[in-house]
Structure formats: structure tokens, C-alpha cells
T-cell receptor, first 115, second 109 residues
Framework: GAVVSQHPSRVICKSGTSVKIECRSL??????MFWYRQFPKQSLMLMAT?????????EQGVEKDKFLINHASLTLSTLTVTSAHPEDSSFYIC???????????FGDGTRLSIL | DAKTTQPPSMDCAEGRAANLPCNHS???????VYWYRQIHSQGPQYIIH???NNETNEMASLIITEDRKSSTLILPHATLRDTAVYYC??????????FGQGTRLTINP
């Protein structure tokens, strides 16, 4: 149990394009979903916390107008990287949890490459 | 959230038990100890978590000291597929996991 699906797994696109990444909890209802970013040879960094039906909470230094997060249901959250530039190239990973004291379960990540 | 300290790397022979230590001396009473691992180019995988009692599941065992200031993750019979970066994280519930650099565990044949 506790499967989180992330799509797409890899995206290559031109600078200025907007890219949408989906994160789904397949076999449980996720009260909270999280979005992380990981640059090469670095650890995961939390970008934002998303609760169903409410606005996402962004970490310091993460632009909310650049990284749009929608959490429309208990099983789906989306991250849209707007007007992506080469410096946005990274490994984006989502996670989902049933609630307090329950572990986060992670998707397999989306490798975004902006040319 | 409390910070953790882990050795940057460890080696273990295939078939032997891998014991990964973690120090979390500033852990507070309501913080859990979580262990995750990340195999190259994949999302982190949940392994196990605990509050103060030792825990065991099909993947590993978690031993937490009585004062809760440190813990050890035990992989009882390590295989080559256990080669990964292992993260020890303390957190209140499952909120806001702060990933450190973890321990890069290499299982040798």
C-alpha cells in the first residue's frame, strides 16, 4: 500500500515553456502533499506544503508565482513551473501523507530539463 | 525540527547486517525518528519510523536509545540492492521533512 504516482517522469522543453507535473496518491487519501526539488549531488529541499482545498505554503526563497501548486482533491496535486528557464532544470519530487504521525510516501520524481 | 548527524558513508558486505547510526541529541518529546533511503535517480523510499520503542518491519529494524538521543537502523541481511543514500530525519508527525546529507551505504559483493 501507500503508492504515489508522479507524471511525467522526464520532461525536456524550451526556455519560456510552462510545465505541469502531476502527483497522485493511488491507494490512500492524502491530507497533505509536499513538493521537493533536488539538484545534482545535493539533498532534497522542500519547496512547498499543499493541503487539499487550501493555498499552498511555500518555503522561504521559493516564488509562489513561479511554482504554482494546485491541490484540488485528496488524491491529486499539481506543480506548474511557469515560464521555465535553464536554472529551473532539476529533479522535482512529490510526496503524500495520510496525516499526522504517518510517513510521507514519495513519487519517483520528474527530471525537468530546460534548454 | 531537530537536526540529525549521520556518517557520510559506510560499507557493508553482502549478506551481513548493515547498522546505520544516527544522532539526534536535540530531539523533543513529540518528534518521531523516520528513516528513508534514496536509490540513484529515484524518489526516497520510506523504510521505518518510531517514537521511543524499537520497531521492526519487513525491511528493517529501528533501535532507539532510552534517552532517544540516537538510533540505529538495521538491515539484517544486506543485498546489493540496498546500496543507497539513507536519511535519518526527526519530525513532528509527517510534517516538513528536512533532509540532511544522509549516509551513502555501499553493499559490496
Amino acid at each position: 500500500g501507500a503508492v504515489v504516482s508522479q507524471h511525467p517522469s522526464r520532461v525536456i522543453c524550451k526556455s519560456g515553456t510552462s510545465v505541469k507535473i502531476e502527483c497522485r496518491s493511488l491507494d490512500f487519501q492524502a491530507t497533505t502533499m509536499f513538493w521537493y526539488r533536488q539538484f545534482p549531488k545535493q539533498s532534497l529541499m522542500l519547496m512547498a506544503t499543499s493541503n487539499e482545498g487550501s493555498k499552498a505554503t511555500y518555503e522561504q526563497g521559493v516564488e509562489k508565482d513561479k511554482f504554482l501548486i494546485n491541490h484540488a482533491s485528496l488524491t491529486l496535486s499539481t506543480l506548474t513551473v511557469t515560464s521555465a528557464h535553464p536554472e529551473d532544470s532539476s529533479f522535482y519530487i512529490c510526496s503524500a501523507t495520510r496525516g499526522d504521525n504517518q510517513p510521507q510516501h514519495f513519487g519517483d520524481g520528474t527530471r525537468l530539463s530546460i534548454l | 525540527d531537530a537536526k540529525t548527524t549521520q556518517p557520510p558513508s559506510m560499507d557493508c558486505a553482502e549478506g551481513r547486517a548493515a547498522n546505520l547510526p544516527c544522532n539526534h541529541s536535540t530531539i523533543s518529546g513529540n518528534e518521531y525518528v523516520y528513516w528513508y533511503r534514496q536509490i540513484h535517480s529515484q524518489g526516497p523510499q520510506y523504510i521505518i519510523h518510531g517514537l521511543k520503542n524499537n520497531e521492526t518491519n519487513e525491511m528493517a529494524s529501528l533501535i532507539i536509545t532510552e534517552d532517544r538521543k540516537s538510533s540505529t537502523l538495521i538491515l539484517p541481511h544486506a543485498t546489493l540492492r540496498d546500496t543507497a543514500v539513507y536519511y535519518c530525519i526527526v519530525s513532528r508527525g509527517a510534517q516538513k521533512l528536512v533532509f540532511g546529507q544522509g549516509t551513502r551505504l555501499t553493499i559490496n559483493p
